[in-house]
């Protein structure tokens, strides 16, 4: 008689705005060595990736795979998972996520990071930027402590975001497998602050809009099928 | 009561109830009465009500777990859950409800009965929430809990009732299972909840039910009423939205008749003053909030006009 459509958004939200960011406190806490670990591997990826030229690339995308993994386990499986029972239907996302980072890092060909100066290079070391640098401190303007601040590597929305914002960086055919997954969580994630009254929830979203319409002007300028050049290849 | 008419039939069980001691509604077999008992010698005295089907009693307010108990593995944040199930036990409340739907609300109960060592004290309330196997998630219910039978069990929602309804039937015949009911929230599904309480013997319903969303007032409560069906209401305060609104305004002065010295404690009066009601379950995650709560079901309640007054007031308000 009734089925899993009739719930609404807000029916699937389980627990409070107080005990979600305590997970996060609980994690920074706990883990404080991994977590800083995991924000220092974001900051050494995004320094690679923005440097002129095409260097590193294999680190990048190995750093990237480890974060994501540590990003499901640690949080979503650790931490989220207790309180949230959608996320075993989540983790597998992750999973692929990782795979997916480690096939490209071992491909005779890796993707192509580096700055292009085109509007989605622009958009992509916003979104790294705001990922790594600023996501943390939002806490403190809805008046929480910074010790629950959300961290790049370990909690999953800046994760995300500042993935979208590496793959943005990137060049290469096939990086678009790379988008669905950080994709799709920011858009989980945004419907699940906007039921907890979170602002933050509105910026995921932009994020989202922002990513898939400078994919597509990429995708439409052939910035991501043209070939390498040879230096391009060797570097 | 051959037709449902939401006036006639509070007004009559109003004036009882503005009696305010001990009152008795229906007809006939006593089965929708309430009385004033009480718990410890320093502890207001708790309005009981009457569950239809048995006779047996229970105090007029419980403790709800959406949201407030979901705090996963954090212990500091479990041992206020325990904190505030030793107020509501102490203050006399006996119903906690959950759900396997509410993440680990389960576990974090059976956690603070361990801790409180109460479990002869709880009316332990529960839901089947599957479209899949039923008794192998009641199955998981209970080692969540550590307990080893339920005193109520619902279908959650309606999902899956053709099989979990049936399910819950042969439990209470095989004595492994109390009371059966069934559940709805924010006023989705009524119709088919109704159709529910027509064709089965249910001993309790529970529905969403506060001064703004009375739907249920029409045709959903008289009809419990009519049949000997239990009510159970949840989302009392809406999910906390209701009194956030209502914080800072004045208390009404027919507020200070009933002894409500909160806007919480003057919905909660309305709504156990119902006939039909038998149980708000309103959740918390502060001890304080489950004394007043409680202390709601204790003292005055208003009569048919106070209700209508209460009501007014609210919706303006709000």
Redesign the interface.
Known sequence: MSEWWDYGLGDLLLFSPRVYYRLFETMNTTWALLVAGALVAGLIASGLALRHGFRGNRVILVLLALVWAWCGYGFLWQYYQPINWAVPYLLPGFALQVVLFAIFAARPLPLRFGWRGDLSCYVGVTLIAFALIAFPFIGLIEGRDLVQAELFGSAADPTALGTLGFVLLSRGTWRWVLLPVPLAWCVISAGTLWVMDQQIAVLMLAAVWVTVFCGWLDLKNGVTTRRLTEAEIRD | MSDFDRRKFLKSAGAVAALGGLGVFGTGANRHAFAQTGAANDLPRIIQKTIPSSGETIPAVGLGS???F?????IE?RDQCADVMSAFFDAGGRMIDSS?????AQ?VIGYGLDKLGARDRVFSTDKVWT?GDGAEQIAETSDRWKVAEFDLLQVH??????ENLPLLFRMKDAGQLRYVGVTT??G??TE?LIAVMKNERLDFVQVTYNPIDRKVEDYLLPLAYDRGIAVIVNRPFRGGSLTERLEGQPLPEFARDLEAKSWAQLILKYLISHPAVTCPIPAT?KPAHAVENMAAASGLLPDDKMREQIAAVIGVLV
Not at chain 2, 70 to 74: K, R, W
Not at chain 2, 100 to 104: D, E, H, K, L
């Open positions: 959406w949201i407030t979901n705090v996963g593995n954090d944040l396997p739907m509410y993440g680990s576990d479209a929602n309606l999902l899956g009732i053709n929230s924010h989705r599904r088919d995650t």
